[in-house]
Nanobody, 123 residues
């Protein structure tokens, strides 16, 4: 089970840190991805991190602004979001799976999903 937290309302240029907490004792064996879905749009890839945290991947739209990380000892992954813009407004989801590198950006490859957390960027 995955549970996201940390969403909310933030002004443009602000920051938020999302958390994705997992139950069970196998979290360290799963890659984690963050995806988002804006109103009227399809869900899209945001960022992903491999099991040991040594490799990270980002969508071009968030590169340089967002940072994905994980603490396997706490069964938690994070998405630090800086310099937020109105276009970042969406429901953010974390997902987990035992995936190969080439599949990390593909939402259809992730078997486990959280319920989502709303991020609204507005003045």
């Amino acid at each position: 089970q995955l549970v996201e937290s940390g969403g909310g309302l933030v002004q443009p240029g602000g920051s938020l840190k999302l958390s994705c907490s997992a139950s069970g004792d196998t979290f360290s064996t799963y890659a984690v991805g963050w995806f988002r879905q804006a109103p009227g749009q399809e869900r899209e890839f945001v960022a992903a991190i491999k099991q040991n945290g040594g490799s990270t991947y980002y969508a071009d739209s968030v590169k340089g602004r967002f940072t994905i990380s994980r603490e396997n000892a706490k069964n938690t992954a994070y998405l630090q979001m800086n310099f937020l813009a109105r276009e970042d407004t969406a429901v953010y989801y974390c997902a987990a799976g035992r995936l190969i590198t080439s599949s990390l950006t593909s939402q259809n490859r992730y078997p486990y999903w959280g319920q989502g957390t709303q991020v609204t960027v507005s003045s």
